[in-house]
């Protein structure tokens, strides 16, 4: 089924396959093409202004939604490592979109409490999974009524589905965080959201207008 979709799709964007492919080859991890499919159509969903993106990486995703994005949408990416930021506003630059993504070579638990005056149509979580339940709060602060977060990887390669004992002891904390964020999400009376099975799992969440 993945290969007869992945036959449907028309050619990708050059340079993200250039990013794309370079990222496998390092071992840089990045959104699964499936996973970067439905997220251009996040990018695309209802024109949005403004995307907050946490955890750039090479820049990758932040290109693919600013290329599906309306043309006036302002990108600002946040990324923990300055050597993979700075490697991201390189191909921001090659793909002529400095003047719509910023890339912010910070830790994202120093910057999201300093964007009081923001405002994000859409926000997208793919950094340290273990984390995402102690950045919702604030993500849910600058996020628009009616916007869009979309978390990465909240599937764990299938592990998420296993007791805590079955999983390395290593990993059982991000597990253990995992297993809380989703019932956050699932259970928070401010969002409507659904857990999907696309790449390594996607949780999408819409912000209930106030009432």
Not at 20 to 34: Q, Y
Not at 152 to 174: C, K, M, P, W, Y
Request: aromatic share 4%.
């Amino acid at each position: 089924m993945a290969d007869f979709l992945q036959s449907l799709e028309p050619d990708g964007d050059p340079l993200c396959e250039r990013i794309a492919s370079d990222a496998a080859a390092r071992g840089i991890p990045i959104v699964r093409e499936e996973t970067g499919r439905l997220l251009k159509v996040l990018a695309a969903v209802g024109k949005p202004g403004a995307i907050l993106e946490i955890g750039t990486a090479v820049g990758y995703s932040a290109i693919l939604m600013a290329l599906a994005a309306p043309a006036d949408c302002r990108i600002t990416t946040i990324e923990k490592d300055e050597a993979r930021a700075a490697e991201a506003l390189e191909n921001v630059r090659r793909a002529g979109l400095e003047e719509r993504i910023t890339v912010i070579a910070a830790d994202a638990d120093e910057v999201l409490g300093t964007l009081a005056g923001e405002s994000y149509d859409l926000v997208f979580m793919d950094a340290a999974k273990g984390q995402y339940g102690k950045w919702l709060p604030e993500v849910l602060r600058i996020l628009k009524p009616g916007g869009i977060l979309a978390a990465d990887n909240v599937l764990q390669e299938g592990t998420i589905l296993e007791s805590r004992f079955a999983v390395e002891r290593r990993d059982r904390t991000i597990h253990a965080r995992m297993r809380e964020f989703l019932w956050e999400m699932k259970h928070h009376e401010g969002l409507q959201t659904a857990i999907l099975t696309v790449g390594d799992g996607l949780a999408v969440a819409v912000k209930k207008e106030p009432r």
